[in-house]
Antibody
C-alpha cells in the first residue's frame, strides 16, 4: 500500500528557505502516469496547491508563489522535495505531499490526489 | 484564475439527514472537479473525482452531480463518521492548475 511521509524542519526563520522532503514507500515514484504534489493548509483555511513534479523532473507551480518555489525529485531514494525561499509568517502552515493520479472516464483523463501524507507543520518565526 | 465558491460554509445536520453541498466555478471546468473530506488532524480524503465518479472504497451514500458550472456533493443518509469539512477541487488546467474551494463544515445539529 502506497504511503507518503513528509519530513523537514518544523521551524524556519523569516527570509530563510523552507525545505521539505516526501518519502514514498510501498510503490515507486518512477511512474509514467502519476505526478507528485505539495499542498499546504493554514489553520481554518482550505488547502492551497503548491506544485506538482513528474519523475522526470518536470514541474508545475502555483503562479501565486512566483519564483520562490522549487521542487525536485530523487528517484534513487524514492523521494521528492520542496524548497520555498524568502519565507514569511504567511508561509506558516501544515504541508502535505500527495500522489496525483490519473483515471480515464468516458474517454477523458481526470486527475485527483488520492494518497496523502499525514502532513508536517512548518512555523516561520524568529 | 478559476475561483471556486462553496455553499453553505457551515451546515448543521443530524444522523440520517440528506445533506447537499454546492460548489460553483467562476468559469466552465467541464467535469474536472473532485471532492474531499477532511476530519480534524487528518489529511483530506478523496471521495469523488470527475465530478461524479466514486473513489474506490468510499460508501455509496456519497454522490456527485454536475450542472454547467455548479457541482454538488450529496450524502444520502448522514452517518456519525461523516461529520467533517468537505472541499471541492478543480483540475481544469492540469497539470498547471489545481485549486480548492473554501470548504463546508458539517457538524452536529
Amino acid at each position: 500500500q502506497l504511503q507518503l511521509r513528509e519530513s523537514g524542519p518544523g521551524l524556519v526563520k523569516p527570509s530563510e528557505t523552507l525545505s521539505l522532503t516526501c518519502s514514498v514507500s510501498g510503490g515507486s515514484i518512477y511512474s509514467d502516469s502519476d505526478y507528485w504534489g505539495w499542498i499546504r493548509q493554514s489553520p481554518g483555511q482550505g488547502p492551497e496547491w503548491i506544485g506538482n513534479i513528474f519523475f522526470s523532473g518536470k514541474t508545475y507551480y502555483n503562479a501565486a508563489l512566483g519564483s520562490r518555489v522549487a521542487m525536485s525529485v530523487d528517484t534513487s531514494r524514492n523521494q521528492f522535495s520542496l524548497r520555498l525561499t524568502s519565507v514569511t509568517a504567511a508561509d506558516s502552515a501544515l504541508y502535505y505531499c500527495a500522489r496525483v493520479r490519473m483515471a480515464t472516464v468516458t474517454r477523458y483523463n481526470f486527475y485527483f490526489m488520492d494518497v496523502w501524507g499525514k502532513g508536517t507543520t512548518v512555523t516561520v518565526s524568529s | 484564475d478559476i475561483q471556486l465558491t462553496q455553499s453553505p460554509s457551515f451546515l448543521s445536520a443530524s444522523v440520517g439527514d440528506r445533506v447537499t453541498i454546492t460548489c460553483r466555478a467562476s468559469q466552465a471546468i467541464n467535469s474536472y472537479l473532485a471532492w474531499y473530506q477532511q476530519k480534524p488532524g487528518e489529511a483530506p480524503k478523496l471521495l469523488i473525482y470527475a465530478a461524479a465518479t466514486l473513489q474506490s472504497g468510499v460508501p455509496s451514500r456519497f454522490s456527485g452531480r454536475v450542472s454547467a458550472t455548479e457541482f454538488s456533493l450529496t450524502i444520502s443518509s448522514l452517518q456519525p463518521e461523516d461529520f467533517a469539512t468537505y472541499y471541492c477541487q478543480q483540475i481544469n488546467n492540469y497539470p498547471r492548475g489545481f485549486s480548492f474551494g473554501p470548504g463546508t463544515k458539517v457538524d452536529v445539529k
